[in-house]
């Protein structure tokens, strides 16, 4: 198979948005528990910290966390997890089945967000409780002192406010599982009055507005445009979540998976541009993908919940391979592709839920295949993102039709001189050989190529093989004057580097 590509800095789609790097850290499980957090822990800081994690958290590349749900947040009362440990309430995590101990809150994940280097997110509960509370959480993280609440966070030891810009209001309040549930107009209604509240306390916020929870929702689309007919003015961001898996042992289907983000992000632009025209609006309104992964969803939908509340449990504790990695890049790619609307998104989750990062309680830290494609997708993709328009060969799916058996995008510093292309072969038996041409870059340098591949696109990492499945050098890469060529092993995730 043969594809080629042209790459030419002049084709620029938008910046480089470095909130595309960010993560959920959820009270799920053992996300924050075990994850995160443990007390204990040969590696933990004087904060209860793992330092493990955190190292692997800088070297991820993490930009944004968004805490602390997801479902959990739509039940969940803020006040229980600051202020003394030993005074905090135990309480039923109804989302999760799980009893949550609220010995880690929202001090301590912005203490954590500041040790991690990555800009803190939070969501309000839309679910149980409404603009009050929401203005008083954001009347404790963000008024600098002399009111009941403010003065409540500096006593527990946060003399400065915790400058948090983006909030989301509720999670996916579409879904009829989520505590709280609404309907669009509901819904619409109460995070219009809330936004507009939070905004008469605090100017400058950037405000996330639900979207579906997913494309496949029945409300999908109808949702979106009601509910931005009443928050147009008032928020900034419509959300997007979106999670796959592979169905059936249809691997060329899941592979695929980027054209079903590709048409969800093209949907809610042009149902967010409708309204806005509607309204007569200049505004546009971007996308928060703030939940994206693959998720074995259904495995955990098969499953008997707990009978009791345990604290912390193993959840959603997804094991990865090589071919969801490769799917993971191609998601990556279509969020990049679209940075021109889609200004911020969130990998679900961070550590042991969904997560790129696992832990051994009081053992040890390890990579998931999942880790290196976000790893060096933002590392490496800087300045620009360059609009590339594959010429690939085509085969048949059986969930999206015929679709290109090449992915990929491109990013360009000015500043640096740098190029990165990302490219995924779909493709699960065939090589695809690549010829890029190369237009106005000058003269670059083959500074590096590297490939997530291998013989079995199910072998995975463990914590005793960390390293089985890595990017290794591509070696069959050339650059010769402006034509870069390089061959993309069947179901593999690539990145070459220009400098
Ligand atoms: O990320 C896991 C769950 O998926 C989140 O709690 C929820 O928002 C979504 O349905």
Same mark, same amino acid.
């Given at each position: 198979?043969t594809?080629h ?16 790097f ?64 030993d005074r905090r ?27 991690a280097?990555?800009?803190p ?15 008083d ?21 946060a ?27 509901e819904? @619409?209604? #109460? $995070?219009?009055?809330? &936004?507009? =509240?939070?905004? *008469? ?6 405000? !996330? /507005? ?38 059936? @042992?249809? #691997? $060329?289907?899941?592979? &695929?998976? =980027?054209?079903? *983000? ?6 809610? !632009? /042009? ?21 994206w ?30 071919a ?42 390890w ?8 790893a ?80 079995d696109?199910?072998?995975?990492n ?38």
């Amino acid at each position: 198979l043969t594809a080629h590509l042209t790459l030419d800095p002049a084709f620029r789609v938008a910046p480089v948005r470095r909130r595309t790097f960010g993560t959920f850290i959820e009270h799920l499980g053992r996300c924050v528990y075990t994850g995160v957090y443990e007390p204990g822990h040969p590696s933990a800081d004087e904060n209860g910290f793992r330092r493990d994690v955190l190292d692997l958290v800088r070297e991820l590349g993490v930009t944004t966390a968004r805490y602390p749900g997801g479902n959990f947040v739509s039940g969940y009362r803020w006040e229980d997890g600051v202020g003394p440990r030993d005074r905090r309430p135990r309480r039923l995590d109804l989302a999760w089945h799980s009893t949550e101990s609220n010995q880690f809150g929202l001090d301590e994940f912005v203490t954590w967000t500041r040790a991690a280097g990555v800009e803190p997110m939070l969501a309000v509960n839309l679910g149980t409780r409404g603009i009050a509370e929401a203005l008083d959480l954001l009347e404790y993280c963000s008024v600098e002192s002399g009111t009941r609440l403010s003065d409540m966070r500096v006593a527990n030891g946060a003399k400065e406010p915790h400058g948090i810009t983006m909030w989301c209001l509720g999670n996916e309040m579409d879904g009829p599982w989520q505590i709280g549930h609404k309907t669009a107009h509901e819904y @619409g209604r #109460l $995070a219009a009055e809330t &936004a507009r =509240a939070m905004r *008469m306390m605090v100017p400058g916020l950037e405000l !996330v /507005a639900c979207g579906s929870s997913g494309s496949g929702m029945e409300t999908f689309g109808a949702w979106e445009s009601t509910v931005l007919e009443e928050t147009y003015d008032l928020v900034d961001f419509v959300s997007c979540h979106a999670y796959y898996e592979e169905h059936d @042992g249809d #691997l $060329a289907s899941f592979l &695929a998976s =980027a054209v079903d *983000m590709d048409h969800f992000i093209d949907s809610v !632009v /042009a149902t967010a541009d409708a309204v806005g025209a509607r309204l007569k609006s200049k505004k546009k309104i971007d996308i928060s993908f703030d939940e994206w992964n693959v998720w074995y969803m259904s495995r955990f939908q098969g499953a008997e919940p707990p009978r009791d509340w345990p604290e912390a449990p193993p959840l959603l504790e997804d094991h990865y391979h090589l071919a969801d990695a490769v799917t993971l890049g191609g998601l990556l790619i279509s969020l990049l592709r679209h940075s021109d609307r889609v200004t911020a998104a969130c990998l679900a989750q961070l550590v042991n839920v969904i997560a790129p990062i696992m832990t051994e309680p009081g053992g040890r830290a390890w990579r998931q295949t999942t880790f290196h494609p976000f790893a060096q997708a933002s590392r490496h993709a800087g300045g620009h993102v360059l609009r590339t328009e594959p010429a690939s060969p085509l085969h048949g799916t059986e969930r999206f039709g015929e679709v290109p058996v090449l992915d990929a995008v491109a990013t360009h510093d000015e500043e640096t001189g740098a190029t990165t292309l990302f490219a995924v072969n779909r493709s699960t038996t065939q090589p695809l050989t690549l010829t890029t041409h190369l237009r106005g870059l000058g003269t670059p340098r083959l500074a590096e190529s590297t490939t997530l591949s291998g013989p079995d696109p199910y072998a995975r990492n463990t914590a005793d093989t960390p390293e089985a499945v890595v990017p290794r050098p591509n070696p069959g890469t050339r650059l010769s004057g402006e034509t870069l060529e390089l061959t993309l092993p069947p179901v593999s995730w690539n990145v070459v580097r220009l400098t």
